[in-house]
């Protein structure tokens, strides 16, 4: 057997550098953050209650699996952003009912500027006592379901963020 022997002479001679070590790779982005994950959270109910309405009052219906979408995108974000933190599931049930209350109150008022030739924007900011009214006159078992189905996606995505 044989040693290794390395070549003779300087292998820098030939004006080659010496190679660089590679950059590090950049570092994780920080979780655990309770506050950054609640403030994710509140904008992807924001986000959702805008296109949960949008969608019921094109359609002039509600879609269930609509309100479970808008739970698990707010469940999701807030857990995804925040961390393990045990908090964030119960926040992101709650922040999905007031998405999926605001969404709803969204469609209402894009049915009723519809039937009131009127902008929606006008119906909501103006006349924001109607709607709700509107609202609890429509309440049925349904809503609650709904309710339900999104508090639930809610908890779950942001337990299913953290795995």
């Known amino acids: 057997m044989s040693q290794p022997v390395p070549p003779p002479g300087n292998p820098f001679a030939d004006g080659a550098a010496p190679q660089q070590y590679p950059m590090a790779p950049p570092t994780a982005p920080a979780r655990d953050n309770v506050a950054l994950g609640l403030v994710a959270g509140l904008v992807a109910a924001l986000v959702a209650a805008g296109a949960y309405g949008g969608i019921a009052g094109g359609i002039e219906r509600e879609i269930g699996w609509a ?35 605001l969404g709803q109150l969204v469609a209402l008022s894009i049915i009723g500027a519809k039937a009131l030739s009127v902008s929606a924007t006008e119906l909501f900011f103006e006349h924001f006592d109607v709607l709700t009214s509107a609202w609890k006159e429509d309440l049925d078992p349904l809503t609650f379901l709904f309710f339900g189905l999104a508090a639930f996606a809610a908890f779950s995505g942001a337990k299913k963020a953290t795995r």
């Open 67 to 101: 309100a479970v979408g808008v739970g698990f995108l707010v469940g999701f974000a807030a857990g995804k952003v925040g961390g393990r933190n045990p908090a964030l599931p119960v926040v992101s049930a709650v922040l999905s009912l007031g998405a999926v209350y």
